[in-house]
């Protein structure tokens, strides 16, 4: 099997400014990653997309060789992860490397470790389009999630005669920490249109994404929780 991780950071980022490399308890946020992925992974396994100077600065400083500065029109707010890892995977497949399977590991996921990574790359198998982490979500469709019905009356996402959250089927939250996908299904579609797709699970706190200044504050009490 022949694998490539794929670590997208840009540098724009108006939620938390400058976040990939923010320093979250005196690292970096993406060294989190950068750290994760190079315990089961080489270096020239490891891909850092970014089209940005200070970003590129800072992973190289670790040792890592970022390959490319991604081009702008794939660093706005509207470009899309799909054309971000299919424009990498050109780049490999140019430089005579074609991967099969593919890692994509958010730097915005700080708390995801080596232990995920490897168990999620063992749930994969050739049947697979991809394997994505989840979190049990707390928002469950059945229970305390409405949306506006045509007359705009606020009615049940989802109906069933549950009168305890307990007894609700789980609902699985995607969590942006971790996918695995095969590459040939890649080319094809994207990834929200896979349907050989299985789950991953993670814990709450492993789970935790940073996406506004509120997600950072709640991390740096979880990076202190777990030193």
């Known amino acids: 099997m022949k694998q490539l991780v794929i670590i997208p950071a840009r540098g724009g980022s108006k939620g938390v400014p400058g976040k990939n490399i923010k320093l979250l308890g005196g690292k970096p946020l993406i060294q989190y990653t950068l750290e994760a992925a190079r315990e089961v992974f080489p270096d020239e396994q490891i891909c850092v997309s970014t089209d940005d100077e200070a970003i590129k600065d800072v992973v190289e400083s670790f040792g890592l060789k970022v390959p490319f500065l991604r081009p702008a029109h794939l660093a706005t707010d509207e470009s899309g992860t ?10 490999y497949e140019a430089q005579g490397y074609k991967p099969d399977t593919l890692i994509l590991l958010q730097p915005t996921s700080p708390f995801r470790t080596a232990r995920h990574i490897r168990e999620a790359i063992a749930a994969f198998d050739e049947n697979c389009e991809m394997v994505v982490s989840v979190k049990e979500t707390k928002a469950n469709p059945y229970y305390i999630l409405r949306e506006d019905n045509e007359e705009g009356w606020l009615v049940k996402s989802k109906e069933g005669n549950f009168t305890r959250r307990q007894d609700c089927p789980k609902v699985w939250e995607v969590n942006g920490a971790l996918y695995v996908i095969d590459a040939v299904s890649l080319k094809k579609k994207p990834l929200q249109q896979m349907s050989k797709v299985r789950k991953y699970i993670m814990g709450e706190n492993s789970s935790h994404d ?14 202190k929780n777990r030193a």
């Open 82 to 91: 799909y054309e971000v890892l299919l424009h990498a995977v050109a780049y």
């Open 210 to 223: 940073i996406d506004s200044e509120l997600d950072w504050l709640l991390a740096e009490v979880l990076n």
